[in-house]
Each structure stands twice: as C-alpha cells, then as structure tokens.
C-alpha cells in the first residue's frame, strides 16, 4: 500500500505543495493528505480507497505543475508518484522503452543512454518527471530534430474510474482505445486518469555531442530599435528556416529579461543529424545574425530556460566582434545538469505561453520593448524557444492532442519572487505584458490580448497553463485549437471519466 | 375540501411498536402543546425571503394583520436556496451557477440582514469546490460556524466556513460519493439535494439521484467523511425530509411513491405511512409542536397526525391548492402553513390544530421562478 502523508504528520509541510509556492491558495486550499504510491498496484488500490472515501484525487509526478491543479484540493488526496519512477528497456537495451510518471527527465536520459544509446526528445529540466511533461505534449532542445515527446509515444498505461466508481487498468494504444491514446498524447493525463507508464517502440539515437553558445545584450545601452533588430532578427531566423532540415539539430533561445536584470541573452545549441557537432556552420550562421547588435560573448548557457532568471552576468565578459565562443561538450552531459534537487525550496511563480506561427514584428517588438523597460515587469522574462522543424509534421496533429504543428517559436513568461506580499504587483506585471504583447495589428482583432490561432499565432501550450485564459470563453480554442480536438477531448473525458473525478481549473468541460 | 384518508402498513406497525419499545417503551416521547396567542407574540414572523431563479432575492415585510409587502429586490447570481444563521443576521445563499469567475463551479452568497427592515446587504460571495456546479440547497451548522452545500451538478458536498463578521471563508472540503454508484439496470447518477445538520460535526444529506441519505461528519481539519448511507426511496425518486423539533425523528418522503417514513437519528425506520392519495410527495413540513405532519402530493396536502406515542396517522387531504407544491413551511408560532407552487406563488394556510385541518390558500406574493424561501422572526 502507499505510505500516506497526514496533516500530523512532519512530512506534510513539505508533501503537501508543489514546485510553485503560490500554491495551495490559502490553508483551505491545502489537500488532507498526500499517498506516495511505489508501483501499479499502489496506485490502482490508493486510487479506489481515495475513490471510495469521496475524496478529489489529484495526481503528481515530479510538482512542476505551473498552476494549482494538484495541490489545491482542499482535504482531498495528492497521489505522488514520484516513487513509480522505474525506467526500462527490452533484452539488452533493446525496444520497446518504458517509462514510469515518476521518471526525472535527467534519469530518463541516463537510463536510456546507458542501456540503449537512445534518446526521449523531451524537456530541459532535469527534475522534470514524465508524467505530466510528456501527457501534455513534451519538448526540448531536440525538438526541432525529432518532433516532440508524445511523437515518439507507443502506449500508455493510465487507471481511470468507470461508471460504476470503480477503477479500471487500461493499456491504450492505436489500436486499443485509440481515441484516448490520443487524449493522452498532449490532453495531458490529469484530464482522464493516473497515468503509470508510457512505451516507446522506437526512440532516435542518443547525441553524440552538444555544442553551445550565447550571446547577451546590455539594457544599458538598448535603445528601441536596436532592440526591434534583435527581437526580429531572432525570429525572422527560425520562420525563414522552418523547413530547412539542415538547421533542425539548431535550437535557439532568447530570453527577455526586464531591464532591471542588467542584460537579456541569446543561446543556441546544436546536434546534427549525425548526433555530432562538427560542422558549427549552422550556429555561426545564426549567430553571424545578430553581430550588427554588437552582442556581448556569453559563457555557455545552461540549456533550461527554468535556470536563465537566476543567471548572473559573466566576470570578465569579453566584447567579442565577428568571433563566437562555441563549446562543444558530450551530450549527456548536457542533459544530466540540474538534477541536483528532487524536492525543491520552491518559488512563487506564474507562466503564460504563446505559439507563434511567424517572425515578431516590430510593432511586437517595441510592444515588449516597452513592457520590459517599465517597472511593472520587473522579475519577468519572456522566454522565446525556437520551435517547427520535425514538430511541425501536419499528420501529427490528428493522432495526438498537439494542434499547434504549424509554429516558428513557443514563448514562455515567466515570473518568479519570494515574497507573497508582492503578488498582486507581480501578477500585474506579466498579465499586463501578455495583454500588449498580443494587443497589436497581427493579433485577432476580436481576441486581443491573446495568441488567438490565426495566421500569426497558434494559441498556447497545456503544459504552460494559465489559469487566467479561462476568462475568455474561448479559452479552449487557444489551447486545443479551432478544429475537431477539443470536441474529440470532451468526448473521451465523458467516456473515460464519466464522474469527472480527475478535475483541475482548466480541465476539460464537458457542460458549458 | 378535508377527506378522511389512513393506511399504514403492516410491516410499519410492527417497525414502529419494535422501535418504540427499543427506546424505552410506549411512553410518550412528546407532549401537544397547541399554540396560543402567547407562542403567537413570542415569534412574530417579520419578513419573507424569497429567492427567484431570475436573479433576485425579494424581501417581504409581513405586517401584523398578516399581509406582505415587497420592500427590496436584491440582486443575487442565481440563487436556488436560502438558509439563515441561527442568530437570523445574515442570510446564506447558494447560487446554481455552471460557472463562476470564470471557473468551472458554482457559489455561495452572505448576506447581512438589517433587523429593523429586513433589507439584504451583501458581504461576500464566495466559490465552491471545482466541478460543483448548481448547489441545490444548503445549511447552516446549529452553532453558526459552518456551511454544508449539497451540489447536484458535481454530485458533492461542499463545506465552507462561516466567519465571525458573517462572511463565508473558502472551501475546506468538497466530497463525492461514488461507493454502489449506479445499479447497472436503472444508472442513476447521484444528486445531492437537502442537507439537515444532525450536531455541529455531522449531517445527513439526501441523494434524489439514488434515493439515499447519506450520512457524513466534519472533523478538527474541517475535512468530511462518509459514514454511510441508507435506502429510502427508488432511484432516481426525490426524497424530502423534515427534522422533527421535538424528537429525535426524521420524516421521509419520496416522490415516486406515497410512503412517509419516520426514522431515528441513525436512520433506522420507525414507521411507514402510505398516503391514500397522491403518488408522491414533492414537499414536508412538520408543525413545531412535532404532533402534526404536513406532506405535499399531487392531490394536496395531507395532514398527518403524529400521536402522543409518536405514531403517524393520516388524518386528513386538503385538495384546495392552485398548482403543485414544491416548498413547504410551517411557521414557528404553529399558526400558519405557507407553500410555494411550482406556477410561482406563495400562499399561506390558517392550520386549525385541533382539528388537523387548513384554511382556505390565501396568495400572498407571486414570485416567477421562485426556487426557495426563508422566514425571519422578530
């Protein structure tokens, strides 16, 4: 049975919240009781005995859930499944791959190149677990390469509760249940259930190398159209590159730091198709781009995006002009930092996302410029990830719940602070910079204010929730799109979760 | 028009007299006190609250010779049930919301009251859990300090803390029963429908979904738990249910069927009564003296005589209403009935206790969409 965590208990304290300290809301909030499942069984029977009491089950894999879908559950029942964290392969390292929800995206890595010199094109952050990361969709730095996580998805294994209250053990795959395989392939599991497994019939070969390099810029020194330059010419590059393959083992970055941060950087690393990083062609190209900004030669970055708001300017920068410091390291290594702390101290937090179909333009531009140089947003950084390349394989947009196949770059906005007084001004900043930011001539004019799909944007991404979407009745289109995934979504929560048991703030409805 | 109309069964007589004699024999476990123009002076009834699915709370001043007077429309979500503080400040209110703020729930609503006018002032709203939707009644614990909501869209109940200055603080708990949900030839999802408070810390709810009451208990973390529940009526059969005021007793009706039933506290069932007329009951109220018993059915309202041994006997029908019931009330001082219809009016009835009978309907308000009512006495 699963070791369960009360509110006597000294553990709680710490059981009960999640990566974002924003959350649970207030004590009230605060689950009863957090069940640290070990295995299937653990799950299956913790799931019926929490069914059976009359209790919320919410289910989490690793905490990194951006909003407050697991710990605010006011006495209900937090399912960890951090312990449910095996990762496999078959005979000598061979397919098919398995990987529990509990997994670190860092193990995950290992465990794989260990066993099978195989890679899960997944996310950055080494704490990161699977369960949530790939059911919502899943990318990373190999994105661009080789499509994105629930691309690579096989089977699933989830625990749903029928009708009757009872809970059922499913394996779902194209041909079993394929409806909700395709559910879980981006609809994120804690729609329909509690996922225990993920399989992978075939993975891409693990990199063999990683090169990296970063450029930053000085808020000093930035005037408006320098920073229009920029913030165009980063993304000029990855829609004028879309579809050339050449350039999909490039996968940049740029993060908009708040002026008060000093500076605001760019990063790109690079694996060729090989899995070397010989031939530096392509990141010279890139990065040959911006020297007309008199960039300043970085240190290479740290790979996740979660790391850049606690960069601090390098010692000793040198102004390098026409040159690019590139280091080259071995992949794994790469993706085997920042797995320092499972259980972290936390951060208050909040995100909100974009998918973006073309290059910023400069009225985009000088929208964040002004955002960035006001107080307000002080703490914020716009996080811009190059996206297309193999994530935008059209026929992937009908056998999983990722729509967007059609995008150039995926923003993330992040704001992080400590201190609960500062709350509401922090909320004010990120909130008032998404407004303006898609408040311009090529946002929907009769969704300003939001990445509503059209030619320009293609709404956001589910596992970047913002619960403040759901002001807007339309909140679904930006996350599941405009055409028949939303109804597919709501039809498979109706069959598999008939109870609507496994709820959250932005779950699937199915009643308007 | 009265008739004369009693059967009971069997089985029920023998429940019953077995359940007397297991509380201690056929004493008699509560005294007729009929009301006087004494019970009359000590609890005037003051004003009215009656809520309209339209939006609105009305507030009806009641006058002496027994009239009302709309004296304020206050503007409210949508609110489906009504319930005062035990101290009559502040007026409760759930509001069968699909949505509010945005999130997928339903709320709640407190009201301060002015004593002097009966006006509402609000001071605060407030969210229940997510996915419970459409709160469809709710209670105030005996001490004041709690809110239990039972919510038919999420199949749940909600409890919520009541402040010191009124207000509703958040949710500290929100439970859905699932155990037996469906008998697999009639699924009935569950539907939570009425909440009576039994003690500060436990209450029974009733379930017209599944033709349950169920039984849950509050503890230190303001957390519930399920005790239980027990089989009252077919599923999918709205059940209501009255507390008696002077016993320890419950009264049960369904709307499928014409049986009252009287249980204890533990749910046990003392008797059945099967009404003559009528095929179901859509509402109860007892009289505070808990020696007469009022059952509202597609024929009327039958008059129900409870005896000093506490035994049910149908005594009369009173087939004289406008339109189905769906609300009944007695008031405290024992003299009135009031009703609601489902054609949007509330009337009052004259309850002549010696003789177990009503007057005539006197309308006293029209109401469209009325959905719940409370009374606030002096």
């Known amino acids: ?512 | 028009m009265m008739k004369g109309n009693a059967s009971w069964t069997r089985r029920a007589f023998v429940q019953s007299l077995g359940s007397l004699c297991a509380i201690g024999g056929l004493s008699p476990f509560t005294s007729r006190s009929l009301p006087s123009e004494n019970s009359l002076n000590l609890s005037t009834l003051r004003f009215a609250f009656i809520a309209s699915a339209q939006g609105a709370i009305h507030t009806f001043t009641i006058l002496r010779d027994g009239s009302w007077h709309l004296t304020q429309q206050m503007s409210s979500l949508a609110p489906a049930s009504l319930a005062l503080s035990p101290d009559q400040r502040f007026l409760y209110v759930a509001n069968a919301l699909e949505s509010f703020q945005h999130r997928h729930t339903g709320s709640v609503e407190s009201y301060a009251i002015d004593p002097h006018t009966g006006h509402l002032s609000i001071v605060n709203r407030q969210a229940l859990a997510l996915s419970s939707t459409r709160p469809r009644h709710i209670a105030v614990s005996p001490n004041g300090r709690l809110l239990a909501v039972a919510v038919e869209g999420g199949a749940a109940y909600n409890l919520l803390p009541i402040l010191q200055d009124g207000s509703i603080g958040t949710v500290t708990a929100s439970l859905k029963p699932l155990v037996g949900t469906y008998l697999p030839a009639t699924p009935r999802a569950s539907l939570p429908s009425a909440i009576f408070f039994e003690r500060n810390d436990a209450f029974l709810a009733t379930d017209m979904g599944r033709g349950w009451i169920t039984s849950l208990t509050v503890d230190e973390d303001l957390a519930l738990s399920l005790n239980g529940h027990h089989d009252f009526a077919q599923s999918g059969e709205s059940i209501h249910m009255v507390v008696c005021p002077t016993a320890e007793r419950y009264f049960i009706a369904g709307s499928h069927d014409s049986t009252i039933s009287m249980v204890s506290r533990t749910l046990h069932v003392l008797q059945e009564l099967k009404l003559s007329s009528g095929k179901g009951s859509s509402a109860l109220a007892v009289h505070p003296s808990g020696n007469m018993l009022f059952a509202a059915t597609t024929s009327g309202i039958s008059v129900i005589n409870i005896d000093n041994f506490g035994v049910l006997r149908a005594s009369a029908s009173f087939d004289q209403m406008p339109g189905d019931i769906d609300r009944l009330e007695c008031s405290r001082n024992g003299l009135h009935l009031f009703a609601a219809t489902h054609s949007r009016s509330a009337f009052r009835m004259q309850i002549n206790h010696q003789r177990n009978a009503l007057s005539s309907p006197l309308k006293l308000a029209s109401i469209p969409f009325f959905t719940a009512i409370a009374f606030h006495y002096a």
């Open chain 1, 1 to 512: 049975m699963s070791t369960t965590v009360n509110r006597r208990d000294p553990r709680f304290a710490i059981a009960r919240r999640g990566r974002n300290l924003r959350f649970p809301s207030t004590e009230a909030d605060a689950a009863g009781r957090v069940e640290y499942c070990e295995n299937v069984e653990d799950a299956a029977q913790t799931l019926q005995k929490v069914i059976d009491a009359g209790l919320r089950p919410t289910v989490r894999s690793s905490g990194h859930c951006y909003e407050d879908f697991v710990v605010n559950n006011p006495n209900g029942a937090i399912l960890d499944l951090s312990l449910l964290n095996r990762v496999s392969a078959g005979l000598a390292g061979s397919a098919p791959y398995h990987v529990e929800p509990g997994a670190m995206l860092g193990d995950i890595y290992q465990e794989f190149y260990k066993r099978s010199n195989v890679v899960l094109p997944a996310g950055t952050c080494f704490t990161v677990c699977a369960g949530g990361h790939v059911s919502g969709g899943g990318y990373g730095i190999l994105a661009r390469l080789h499509g994105i996580t629930v691309d690579w998805v096989s089977s699933v294994d989830i625990l749903t509760v029928d009708i009757n209250g009872k809970v059922i053990q499913r394996t779902v795959d194209r041909n079993h249940e394929p409806e909700l395989f395709r559910a879980l392939r981006g609809g994120q599991g804690s729609n329909f259930g509690l996922i225990t497994g993920f399989t992978f019939n075939e993975l891409p070969p693990a990199p063999q190398e990683l090169a990296q390099a970063g450029i930053s810029f000085d808020w000093a020194t930035m005037t408006p159209e320098k920073f229009v330059t920029i913030v165009t010419t980063f993304g000029l590059y990855w829609e004028q590159n879309d579809q050339k393959q050449e350039t999909w083992g490039l996968f940049g970055f740029m993060g908009l730091a708040n002026k008060a941060s000093g500076r605001f950087g760019i990063s790109a690393t690079f694996t060729g198709k090989d899995g070397t990083a010989e031939d530096l062609s392509v990141v010279k190209d890139f990065l040959d781009r911006f020297q007309r900004c008199k960039p300043i030669a970085e240190a290479p970055p740290m790979s996740s995006a979660h790391q850049l708001a606690n960069r601090k300017p390098m010692v000793g920068d040198s102004v390098c002009y026409g040159e690019h410091v590139i280091t080259t390291s071995p992949w794994i290594t790469n993706a085997s930092e920042g797995g320092e702390n499972g259980i972290s101290r936390g951060v208050r937090a909040k995100y909100k996302s974009a998918y973006m179909k073309k290059a910023f333009t400069e009225d985009e531009a000088l929208a964040f410029y002004r955002m960035l140089t006001d107080d307000r947003s002080r703490g914020l950084v716009v996080a811009v990830d190059s996206y297309g390349g193999a994530t935008n394989n059209a026929d992937r947009a009908h056998d999983t719940a990722i729509p967007q196949r059609s995008s150039v770059m995926k923003l993330q906005y992040q704001m992080y602070w400590q201190d609960k007084a500062e709350d509401a001004s922090r909320l004010k900043g990120i909130r008032d910079t998404y407004t303006a930011a898609y408040s311009t001539a090529v946002a929907d004019q009769t969704h300003l204010g939001t990445p509503y799909p059209n030619e320009h944007y293609d709404g956001c991404y589910m596992n970047y929730p913002d619960v403040d979407m759901v002001e807007h009745n339309y909140w679904p289109e930006l996350y599941y799109g405009k055409g028949d995934l939303y109804p597919l979504l709501q039809r498979v929560k109706k069959t598999y979760d008939p109870h609507n048991i496994f709820h959250h703030s932005m779950s699937i409805r199915t009643t308007t």
